[in-house]
């Protein structure tokens, strides 16, 4: 039992953070949304050189082997910065289930994404409108009963308008050449839920956590009645529960990483669990910290609303809070052994 | 990271429960806040020592097994599965116990944590005066250094089983001309020596679990200060540290409380609406999360880390937990709910934890003085 994670996990999450301070600024996010293209393909390029990309594909394929709690540590910080770049969804739900696809649609994927350096769109009955089509090489598409990948030129699609500037989402009016499997459909649906799910709360826990520290920064500054209103206590609070509620979010991410590292039979209700608790703690971050801005934060100006409406579209997004809450009861029902004090680990 | 227990701590699991298995009493102790309840509890204590369980993590010499907190949390979690009796001693195995471990000297060490962990002294808390609550450096009650001894006289209150114990420990102004948190000192008294009347202060459950204990010309020899003279805010900090982390309210506690509240549940369900159904599912994810943390947390220590004003966030969180818990609980139960803790249905331990689940948010530091520190102390904002 260690539950502290290792230099070469922390080395590796320190430098995709600093990566992320110098090349994902909210100027450069307002850039993105100005010019209508967030997908940028020199931050792509620069994350494709720092071996982020494939980092997670066995080494046979190019890739550093990377497990998914290291990944998940640097997917917290690309929700820190607010990353506009599918990076989160090429590695965790693309790369890390290229070993689950069926033999057609891994073959077909390994064709045209060169080691996982060109970026493969997906759509999931849990998150159905893709990113960042345009800027794709294809699509893989989730329905009830089978897995399908589609090459770019073989769909027509159009951009939907999201609330997220930054997230670029499509519908696929239609498609040709489709290449469809069932074959164990129902493992690599699960496998794709769960990992979804946790992508989405370590996304989450990095933007609760931006917004927390930006909050913290202005009422530190904003001074009302002769003095900063981060001394009252009223304000205080506020900011005080959000982070109550983020130390006990990240420990359950970095948990549900874990048993998808070791394929522990709870892996989906430890998912499950993580982003029920990033998404409550998401939830509050986005309230109190409006509320801490005062009116500034319900401009457009200011630039907390760049992480919350992310936070929105992932609390949105491979399952909100509802559905996880339902994925817990229904285990925590069907076999009590499941809880208490000795099933944790 | 790597968070699976290893073969040795699965044996160390094993040999725990077997022990509890054939030693814990089989009918529960009468409440430990009645004098007669206090010495079945006392005796209890006795019995873990027997099996060398008072305190896993002290070293051998001084009654301990010399373990680390790791396994002491796999001590937890048995023993709360066990559903053994409350630990009487709690406010000296887990809070005054560390604070000796890491300023006591030799003689003290030896002196107090063996009788601590033979049941011989029991020991309560003595922080608060009538004025000094959440403002804890407003603190009045003097200690006079005269000669080999102090001199003790004030008021102390709310002091958590001074009913029936043996000793306190506490703040008190040896500099009498200081402020605040300066010219504090930490004393051990014991609560037999002339001068000290002990009055009794029944809780809202009806039993007298804290009390006031008035101090009058209470003379007690200098071996019983700890640490320097002066020192006793930075050792009082440190013991609440501990108090609001993770030795007094060890995770185990929650989650078992979470799972009777699903057993609870299951039976009933056929009258609750769906709202009870996110609730449950609420009491899980939020015990289990405060087991992973705690247990992220003592790793962090064993690999040399230390826990500071983190202590807060898990204080706020646990004690609301626990108020939410037995608020489900209560609604589950319906009309039964009305029932006093003294009844013979099976209500009446929800009932008795219900009541007391609304001190978790007071003691140990009130959640509003918690945010506080989480504010000035983590997220820097101005005082």
């Given at each position: 039992?260690?539950f502290?994670?290792?230099?070469?996990?922390?080395?590796?999450?320190d430098?995709?953070?600093?990566?992320?301070?110098?090349?994902c600024?909210?100027?450069?996010?307002?850039?993105?949304?100005?010019?209508?293209?967030?997908?940028?393909?020199?931050?792509?390029?620069?994350?494709?050189?720092?071996?982020?990309?494939n980092?997670?594909l066995?080494?046979?394929?190019?890739?550093?082997?990377?497990?998914?709690?290291?990944?998940?540590?640097?997917?917290?910080?690309?929700?820190?910065?607010?990353?506009?770049?599918?990076?989160?969804?090429?590695?965790?739900?693309?790369?890390?289930?290229m070993?689950?696809?069926?033999?057609?649609?891994?073959?077909?994927?390994?064709?045209?994404?060169?080691?996982?350096?060109?970026?493969?769109?997906?759509?999931?009955?849990?998150?159905?409108?893709?990113?960042?089509?345009?800027?794709s090489v294809?699509?893989?598409?989730?329905?009830?009963s089978?897995?399908?990948?589609?090459?770019?030129?073989?769909?027509?699609?159009?951009?939907?308008?999201?609330?997220d500037?930054?997230?670029?989402?499509?519908?696929?009016?239609?498609?040709?050449?489709?290449?469809?499997?069932?074959?164990?459909?129902?493992?690599?649906?699960?496998?794709?839920?769960?990992?979804?799910?946790?992508?989405?709360?370590?996304?989450?826990?990095?933007?609760?956590?931006?917004?927390?520290?930006?909050?913290?920064?202005?009422?530190?500054?904003?001074?009302?009645?002769?003095?900063?209103?981060?001394?009252?206590?009223?304000?205080?609070?506020?900011?005080?529960?959000?982070?109550?509620?983020?130390?006990?979010?990240?420990?359950?991410?970095?948990?549900?990483?874990?048993?998808?590292?070791?394929?522990?039979?709870?892996?989906?209700?430890?998912?499950?669990?993580?982003?029920?608790?990033?998404?409550?703690?998401?939830?509050?971050?986005?309230?109190?910290?409006?509320?801490?801005?005062?009116?500034m934060?319900?401009?457009?100006?200011?630039?907390?609303?760049?992480y919350?409406?992310?936070?929105?579209?992932?609390?949105?997004?491979w399952?909100?809070?509802?559905?996880?809450?339902?994925?817990?009861?229904?285990?925590?029902?069907?076999?009590s052994?499941?809880?208490?004090?000795?099933?944790?680990? | 990271?790597?968070?699976?227990?290893?073969?040795e701590?699965?044996?160390?699991?094993?040999?725990?429960?077997?022990?509890?298995?054939?030693?814990?009493?089989?009918?529960?102790?009468?409440?430990?806040?009645?004098?007669?309840?206090?010495?079945?509890?006392?005796?209890?204590?006795?019995?873990?020592?027997?099996?060398?369980?008072?305190?896993?993590?002290?070293?051998?010499?001084?009654?301990?097994?010399?373990?680390?907190l790791?396994?002491?949390?796999?001590?937890?979690?048995?023993?709360?599965?066990?559903?053994?009796?409350?630990?009487?001693?709690?406010?000296?195995?887990?809070?005054?116990?560390?604070?000796?471990?890491?300023?006591?000297?030799?003689?003290?060490?030896?002196?107090?944590?063996?009788?601590?962990?033979?049941?011989?002294?029991?020991w309560a808390?003595?922080?608060s005066?009538?004025?000094?609550?959440?403002?804890?450096?407003?603190?009045?009650?003097?200690?006079?250094l005269?000669?080999?001894?102090?001199?003790?006289?004030g008021?102390?209150?709310?002091?958590?089983?001074?009913?029936?114990?043996?000793?306190?420990?506490?703040?008190?102004r040896?500099?009498?001309?200081?402020?605040?948190?300066?010219?504090l000192?930490?004393?051990?008294?014991?609560?037999?020596?002339p001068?000290?009347?002990?009055?009794?202060?029944?809780?809202l459950?009806?039993?007298?679990?804290?009390?006031?204990i008035?101090?009058?010309?209470?003379?007690?020899?200098?071996?019983?200060?700890?640490?320097?003279?002066?020192?006793g805010?930075?050792?009082?900090?440190?013991?609440?540290?501990?108090?609001?982390?993770?030795?007094?309210?060890?995770?185990?506690?929650?989650?078992?409380?979470?799972?009777?509240?699903?057993?609870l549940?299951?039976?009933?369900?056929?009258?609750c609406?769906?709202?009870?159904?996110?609730?449950?599912?609420?009491?899980?994810?939020?015990?289990?999360s405060?087991?992973?943390?705690?247990?992220?947390?003592?790793?962090?220590?064993?690999?040399?880390?230390?826990?500071?004003?983190?202590s807060?966030?898990?204080?706020?969180?646990?004690?609301?937990?626990?108020?939410?818990?037995?608020?489900t609980?209560?609604?589950i139960?319906?009309?039964?709910?009305e029932?006093?803790?003294?009844s013979?249905?099976?209500?009446?331990r929800w009932?008795?934890?219900?009541?007391?689940?609304?001190?978790?948010?007071?003691?140990?530091?009130?959640?509003?003085?918690q945010?506080?520190?989480?504010?000035?102390?983590l997220?820097?904002?101005?005082?």
């Amino acid at each position: 039992m260690n539950f502290i994670f290792t230099e070469d996990q922390i080395q590796f999450k320190d430098a995709i953070k600093s990566f992320l301070t110098d090349e994902c600024t909210p100027k450069s996010i307002r850039e993105g949304w100005e010019a209508k293209q967030s997908f940028n393909p020199d931050r792509w390029q620069s994350l494709l050189e720092l071996g982020v990309l494939n980092s997670n594909l066995p080494e046979a394929k190019g890739g550093l082997g990377m497990d998914q709690v290291t990944l998940a540590l640097m997917i917290e910080e690309m929700g820190y910065a607010g990353l506009p770049e599918p990076v989160a969804e090429q590695t965790f739900l693309v790369n890390d289930l290229m070993a689950l696809f069926p033999n057609s649609i891994r073959h077909a994927i390994e064709e045209i994404y060169d080691a996982g350096t060109k970026y493969i769109s997906i759509a999931h009955p849990l998150a159905p409108n893709p990113l960042f089509v345009k800027d794709s090489v294809g699509l893989i598409l989730f329905d009830n009963s089978e897995c399908k990948f589609i090459a770019k030129n073989d769909m027509d699609f159009e951009i939907i308008s999201s609330n997220d500037p930054s997230r670029e989402i499509y519908k696929i009016n239609s498609m040709e050449n489709t290449i469809s499997s069932s074959e164990s459909f129902k493992e690599l649906n699960s496998a794709i839920s769960e990992r979804g799910a946790l992508m989405t709360a370590a996304l989450l826990i990095g933007l609760a956590q931006k917004m927390l520290d930006l909050s913290s920064a202005y009422v530190r500054d904003r001074n009302q009645f002769g003095k900063p209103i981060g001394s009252f206590q009223a304000v205080k609070h506020m900011l005080a529960d959000v982070a109550v509620r983020i130390e006990f979010a990240k420990p359950a991410v970095y948990r549900a990483a874990f048993s998808l590292s070791e394929n522990n039979p709870k892996s989906a209700l430890h998912c499950a669990h993580a982003k029920f608790m990033c998404s409550k703690a998401a939830e509050l971050a986005c309230k109190n910290s409006i509320q801490a801005h005062g009116a500034m934060g319900y401009t457009w100006e200011m630039d907390l609303h760049i992480y919350m409406r992310k936070a929105w579209s992932m609390m949105a997004c491979w399952g909100n809070e509802d559905n996880q809450q339902d994925i817990i009861y229904k285990t925590l029902s069907s076999s009590s052994e499941e809880l208490g004090v000795l099933y944790t680990f | 990271m790597k968070i699976n227990f290893t073969n040795e701590q699965n044996a160390f699991r094993n040999e725990v429960r077997a022990w509890l298995g054939s030693n814990v009493p089989k009918t529960p102790l009468l409440s430990l806040d009645t004098k007669e309840g206090f010495e079945q509890h006392r005796e209890w204590e006795r019995t873990l020592n027997k099996g060398n369980w008072s305190m896993v993590t002290w070293p051998k010499e001084y009654g301990g097994r010399g373990l680390d907190l790791i396994q002491w949390l796999i001590f937890e979690e048995e023993y709360y599965r066990a559903d053994a009796p409350t630990r009487v001693n709690q406010n000296g195995v887990f809070l005054l116990g560390p604070t000796l471990m890491e300023f006591g000297t030799h003689e003290q060490k030896s002196k107090f944590l063996n009788a601590m962990a033979t049941g011989d002294h029991i020991w309560a808390q003595g922080w608060s005066e009538p004025g000094a609550g959440s403002d804890m450096a407003a603190i009045r009650t003097t200690a006079v250094l005269e000669g080999d001894h102090y001199k003790i006289n004030g008021q102390k209150t709310w002091s958590s089983r001074a009913t029936y114990a043996d000793w306190t420990f506490g703040l008190f102004r040896t500099d009498l001309n200081s402020e605040r948190h300066r010219g504090l000192s930490f004393i051990l008294v014991p609560l037999d020596l002339p001068g000290i009347t002990v009055r009794p202060i029944p809780q809202l459950d009806g039993e007298p679990g804290f009390a006031e204990i008035y101090f009058d010309d209470v003379e007690v020899p200098i071996e019983n200060l700890l640490g320097g003279d002066g020192e006793g805010w930075k050792i009082a900090m440190a013991t609440a540290g501990f108090e609001r982390g993770l030795m007094l309210r060890s995770p185990a506690r929650f989650q078992q409380t979470a799972a009777k509240l699903l057993e609870l549940y299951l039976t009933k369900q056929d009258h609750c609406s769906p709202m009870i159904q996110a609730k449950i599912v609420e009491a899980w994810a939020q015990s289990e999360s405060y087991a992973l943390s705690i247990y992220h947390t003592a790793s962090k220590m064993l690999a040399g880390g230390s826990i500071g004003s983190e202590s807060s966030l898990g204080k706020i969180f646990w004690s609301e937990l626990d108020h939410m818990m037995h608020q489900t609980a209560l609604k589950i139960l319906g009309a039964s709910a009305e029932l006093s803790q003294e009844s013979q249905d099976d209500a009446a331990r929800w009932i008795k934890g219900f009541m007391f689940s609304y001190a978790g948010p007071i003691y140990a530091g009130t959640n509003e003085i918690q945010k506080n520190i989480i504010a000035e102390r983590l997220l820097g904002l101005p005082r």
